[in-house]
Each structure stands twice: as C-alpha cells, then as structure tokens.
T-cell receptor, first 114, second 110 residues
Framework: AQTVTQSQPEMSVQEAETVTLSCTYD???????LFWYKQPPSRQMILVIR??????QNATENRFSVNFQKAAKSFSLKISDSQLGDAAMYFC???????????FGKGTKLSVKP | DGGITQSPKYLFRKEGQNVTLSCEQNLNHDAMYWYRQDPGQGLRLIYY???????QKGDIAEGYSVSREKKESFPLTVTSAQKNPTAFYLC?????????FGQGTRLTVV
C-alpha cells in the first residue's frame, strides 16, 4: 500500500519570498514516481514538477524545485520568488505499481500575501 | 488541442436518481481514472481502466459504475446506491504515471 502525508493544511508566504511545502510518503514499490500538482481556484489540476525515484538529482522547473530524500521518504516542494498566481492547493502524489494510479495527500492550501 | 474534456461542469441530482458524468480524451492514452475530491480529503480513486473493455474498482467504488467501450471515453455513473454523492469529480488519463486531468464536474444532490 502507498500513503502520502502532507502535514501542513495551510501555509502563507509573502510575495517574492520563498516557501517550502512538506510531503512524506510510504511505498513498497521499488520503482515509483513523485509529483506535485497545483489546483488553483478554477480546480484544474496542473502538474508542477515530477521526480523519478531512481534519480538522485533533485528536479527543478523554473521557480519550483524539490528536495527528495529517498531514505527518509520525504519530497518537499520549494517555491522561490513567490507570485500571487502561486496561490492554490498543492497536492503531493506518489505513483507506482500495476494499477498505474496516483495516491494523493490531502493537500496544502498556499496563500500569497502582496 | 489535445486534452481531457469533462461534462457537464455542474450537475444536480435528485434523491434516488442515477446520473452519468462524461469524460472524453484525445491524448491516445490507454489508462483512464475517476477520482472523487471532498474538502480536506485529497483525491480518492473510484474506478480505473487500463485498456478498452476492462476496468477495475478503486478504493471507493461502492455506488458507482463505469464503462470503457472506446479508448477515448470513460463515463462514470453515480447510482442511487451512493449515499453521499455531493462532491467534485475528476477524470484523468495517464502515460506512465503522469496524470492529465479534466476540469472536473461538481455534483450536488438537491
């Protein structure tokens, strides 16, 4: 079984500052993938960043980067130079196994203050 | 444009009524999924299909049914047996483990 835990229901950041969202997971799969999805008020799920578990190098996408600690089963998301448009729900997810579906955490609501 | 289309965006159901949510994709993905989203619950898997004419129950399949007669289409029926159907429903397709989502359907029982 796979589980994902996001321990911060809500976070707040000042515009242009940096914020880190936490995620821990558990999986029995040896080959798996980790994702961060963003859900703005429109409720469209948007992929922010992905990390293949076999890669040691942390993934980066522009202002978004992850800190992947495989042994600790931790996968945090860092947002640099926060913008008002970053305000959204952020979901951490793990995928692996024969079903092919993702297991999601309960989300972190990020507010950005101008 | 390639993507996933869900319809309708809003749906109202009377007690005891079955309703069907539409999901169509033109991404040529084999795998499709239905998730339910409730406040504070994240996304929970209802049903999934990895190939045409085959589908499997997810974690919360009771009160729901699906079909997969075409690769492009994966409709979800919410039956009267689902006691608490008010929720936001998301359809997704995937390649590998990366999921692509539709814009969702908000179902409300009236």
């Amino acid at each position: 079984a796979q589980t994902v835990t996001q321990s911060q229901p809500e976070m707040s950041v000042q515009e242009a500052e940096t914020v880190t969202l936490s995620c821990t997971y558990d999986t029995s799969e040896s080959d798996y993938y980790l994702f961060w999805y963003k859900q703005p008020p429109s409720r469209q799920m948007i992929l922010v960043i992905r990390q293949e578990a076999y890669k040691q190098q942390n993934a980066t996408e522009n202002r978004f980067s992850v800190n992947f600690q495989k042994a600790a089963k931790s996968f945090s998301l860092k947002i640099s130079d926060s913008q008002l448009g970053d305000a959204a729900m952020y979901f951490c997810a793990v995928g692996g196994g024969s079903q092919g579906n993702l297991i999601f955490g309960k989300g972190t609501k990020l507010s950005v203050k101008p | 444009d390639g993507g996933i289309t869900q319809s309708p965006k809003y749906l109202f159901r009377k007690e005891g009524q079955n309703v069907t949510l539409s999901c169509e994709q033109n991404l040529n993905h084999d795998a499709m999924y239905w998730y339910r989203q409730d406040p504070g619950q994240g996304l929970r898997l209802i049903y999934y299909s990895q190939i045409v004419n085959d589908f499997q129950k997810g974690d919360i399949a009771e009160g729901y049914s699906v079909s997969r007669e075409k690769k492009e289409s994966f409709p979800l029926t919410v039956t009267s047996a689902q006691k608490n159907p008010t929720a936001f429903y998301l359809c997704a397709s995937s390649i590998g483990y990366e999921a692509f989502f539709g814009q969702g359907t908000r179902l409300t029982v009236v």
